[in-house]
């Protein structure tokens, strides 16, 4: 059974920052994309950010770009979402989450996390 | 980006109900469209990809269909465990963007 569980969110201040890691089991974690997504409370979906399987590849969204770094370490099957200068917006439940397919078919966030909540405040 | 228009934003329906809710983008995308089931507190489940494509284990009564810029999630018959919150997302360009949400309750 594939499985994400997302670790890492607290209580943080404006221009904190905090480290989120998400640890996969059940897949051969090297050969997946991964992502970040975030939902505000009571809001919609936002996603964060993407890593390839080999990381040679990130993509941010501009919400969070220069601030988050995303990475993973593929022999502890750990994805990561280091987030600095963190900003009371930033407040919400991130969510890891596994590319449907390897690259190549159709995309889609299969399975997702739990998520875990990160609050930006003084 | 791409934007993704969903409606309606919520609706009520009765258990047995057909029930369809449409995802409109700002530019087209194929078939490059997802949609995602969130029940309250919880994590969101693949429902439909590739536009069209039931995801694993997901009940017949969902389907997709749809290309371009216009589609639609349909229900065919609602029961009570569908009651949630429905999303689109568009997977054809970065950065990957999201309808904002279809709210389904009970009548």
């Known amino acids: 059974e594939v499985q994400l569980l997302e670790s890492g969110g607290g209580l943080v201040q404006p221009g904190g920052s905090l480290r989120l890691s998400c640890t996969a089991s059940?897949?051969?974690?090297?050969?997946?994309?991964m992502y970040w997504v975030r939902q505000a409370p009571e809001k919609g979906l936002e996603w964060v950010s993407t890593i390839t399987g080999s990381s040679d590849s990130t993509s941010y969204a501009d919400s969070v770009r220069g601030r988050f770094t995303i990475s993973r370490d593929n022999s502890r099957n750990t994805l990561y979402l280091q987030m600095n200068n963190l900003r009371v917006e930033d407040t919400a439940i991130y969510f890891c989450?596994?590319?449907?397919?390897?690259?190549?078919?159709?995309?889609?966030?299969?399975?997702w996390g739990q998520g875990t909540l990160v609050t930006v405040s003084s | 980006a791409i934007q993704l228009t969903q409606s309606p934003s919520s609706l009520s329906a009765s258990v047995g109900d057909r029930v369809t809710i449409t995802c409109r983008t700002s530019?087209?995308?194929?078939?490059?469209l997802v949609w995602y089931q969130q029940k309250s507190g919880k994590a969101p489940e693949l429902l439909i990809y590739?536009?069209?494509s039931l995801g694993s284990g997901v009940p017949s009564r969902f389907s997709g269909s749809g290309f371009g810029t216009d589609f639609t999630l349909t229900i065919s018959s609602l029961q009570p465990e569908d009651f949630a919150t429905y999303y689109c997302q568009q997977f054809n360009t970065y950065p990957l963007t999201f309808g904002g949400g279809t709210k389904v309750e009970i009548k």
């Open positions: 989450a596994k590319r449907r397919v390897v690259s190549g078919g159709p995309g889609g966030f299969d399975p």
């Open positions: 530019q087209g995308i194929s078939s490059g």
């Open positions: 590739d536009a069209s």
């Open positions: 059940g897949f051969t974690f090297s050969s997946y994309p």
